[in-house]
């Protein structure tokens, strides 16, 4: 306990960032910013752009449903399995040729799916592209390494303003690439964007200038994968399996015992995978609990709310929309989450990123809330869809900010993918919460009644309020503006 005192009153007080007394040219790091956001835009452009593709891509290769929704689950496992391990081996091996390693992997993986013959191998190819989920914290750990320490915070919300616009970009795309060329396109476009960013990566980023010391616990990785795909695979299934299947609860049995032993592991390990030490400094574990509860109010907002607007009239509710038109009505949430990531940086100096991240869970929760009370009208979900993005956008800029400062620079990348891992389970506990409340009462046409939609968007509302609570838990920062200051002993060591 006293170590872990010692660490984080070293991280607090000390400033994270290392004194660069030749700075990059402003020139130089704006061309590495593009480089990076491109990588990390694309990524979570594919998280999001297959969902409102799927029902297209299960007719055109004549599968079922539940397999179809495989095309999902093994994405989301693959990157929930990759971020933080591949992002330990960024701090280890240097960040910019595991970038470069993981863009060419995302660029097989959607060439892959491109040129699938049938649902078994576009399956495969997004197990392939659930490693780019390392994008998220290489290219945090790069803009540390090799920005001036005055404007690491502000790009940092830049590119997680980015990292939120993509999701939305995927929602709103889905429909008129669909719809005017092929499903087909929905990986050809990110191919080629994929390959021209891993060129101007190795061309133009440099290496890390300084690295972690040990090695990769395997050990560690294998029992990580093994308790994150024995939690999520019953999370994701578990509506079509049966909660109470065996299947399931020999799963979470099993999630139960390998986390156990990954505690076990890497508190006795020599070079653990992820330090524990790290994640039990407070603006660490504090980030954390928010970005899980965070994550399951964002990913169920965007999985079910253009399910909510395409349901036809007939049902009481819904517009009848096709696929396109709901993308549009998400729009505003596409404009508000990149508006939101700027301006919260250029805040940040002014007003801590604790405030903004429980300003940010406030936003979406009010969000829900409304769609919960008011949803007859087209413009209330329009309005709805802003005030969410603008939550969004607000909370990913200061969670990435929150973990970059408040861990030593040797483990950034490890820290920020588990933010962004925990996010994502976050994620995939409020969609089959979610699902689960909104199917759970259907009517005899198989659709979903208005009180089931009500309910889970006040489910999220009560999580994203939570999330806010668990930020305020957090210790006030402001941005760190100083670049004349150098870390102390004890905290680099």
Known sequence: MRETRDLSRAVVKTPPFPRRDNPMPSKSTRLIFAVLASGAGVFSMLQSLIAPALPTIQHALHTSQSTATWVMTAYLLSASVCTPIIGRVGDLAGKKRTLVAVLLTVLAG????????????????????????????????????????????????????????????????????????????????????????????????????????????????????????????????????????????ALFAAAVVLFALWLFAESHSRSPLIDLRIMRVRAVWATNAAALLFGAGMSSVWSFLPGFVQTPRSAGYGFGASVTTSGLLMLPMLIAMFVAGVVSGRLEPKVDARRLLISGAVSAAVACAILALWHTQQWQIAVAAGVFGLGVGLAFASMANLIVGGVPAEQTGAATGMNAN????????????????????????????????????????????????AAALAPARKAVRTPQLQLTPAAAE
């Open 110 to 249: 959607c060439l892959l799916a491109a040129l699938a013959p049938n649902v078994g191998v576009l399956i495969f190819a997004r197990i392939i592209q659930g490693a780019g989920g390392a994008v998220f914290p290489l290219s945090f750990g790069i803009i540390r390494d090799q920005f001036e320490p005055g404007r690491v915070s502000g790009s940092i919300s830049n590119l997680s303003a980015v990292i939120a616009a993509g999701g939305g970009v995927g929602i709103v795309a889905a429909g008129p690439i669909v719809a005017g060329l092929d499903y087909r396109w929905l990986f050809w476009f990110p191919v080629v964007i994929v390959a021209v960013t891993a060129l101007l990566a190795l061309r133009y980023v440099p290496e890390s200038p300084r690295r972690a010391k040990g090695r990769v616990s395997w050990s560690g990785a294998v029992l990580l994968s093994g308790w994150l795909v024995a939690l999520l695979l019953p999370i994701s299934c578990g509506s079509r399996w049966g909660w109470s299947s065996a299947a399931v609860i």
């Open 422 to 469: 925990l996010r994502s389970v976050g994620g995939a506990i409020g969609t089959a919460i979610t699902s689960l409340l909104v199917t759970s009462h259907l009517q005899p046409s198989g659709l979903p009644y208005d009180s089931s939609y009500i309910h889970s968007f006040s489910a999220l509302t009560l999580l994203l309020l939570g999330a806010a609570l």
